[in-house]
Nanobody
Framework: QVQFVESGGGLVQPGGSRTLSCVVSGTTFSHLTMAWYRRSSEKQRELVARVSSSGTTVYEDPVKGRFTITRNDSKNMVFLQMNKVVPEDTGVYYC?????????WGRGTQVTVSS
């Protein structure tokens, strides 16, 4: 069974930075595109960024130029570096494979952007 453990969330001031980590167990994903998603009180879970097996990255417009997604296949981990955060980045962040097929979701990690 595939499991995700996301960590690194917390309270961040606007303009600050945060690094999220995701440990994936139960499978290897070196051949898959992996992604970060977030869910806020106003929006359902939405895609934030994805990284292909070759390292190609794609970002959704709200985070483009501010967030960086990376992966370490040898450690079965995916990362999200968040810079210049804004209040709209507040939410619960999850990692998973890129859609349309998903594994069971982890608990996510809460990021709150507030002064």
């Amino acid at each position: 069974q595939v499991q995700f453990v996301e960590s690194g969330g917390g309270l961040v001031q606007p303009g600050g930075s945060r690094t999220l980590s995701c440990v994936v167990s139960g499978t290897t994903f070196s051949h898959l595109t992996m992604a970060w998603y977030r869910r806020s009180s106003e929006k359902q879970r939405e895609l934030v960024a994805r990284v292909s097996s070759s390292g190609t990255t794609v970002y959704e417009d709200p985070v483009k130029g501010r967030f960086t997604i990376t992966r370490n296949d040898s450690k079965n981990m995916v990362f999200l570096q968040m810079n210049k955060v804004v209040p709209e980045d507040t939410g619960v962040y999850y990692c998973n494979r890129a859609g349309p097929i998903y594994w069971d979701w982890g608990r996510g990690t809460q990021v709150t952007v507030s002064s």
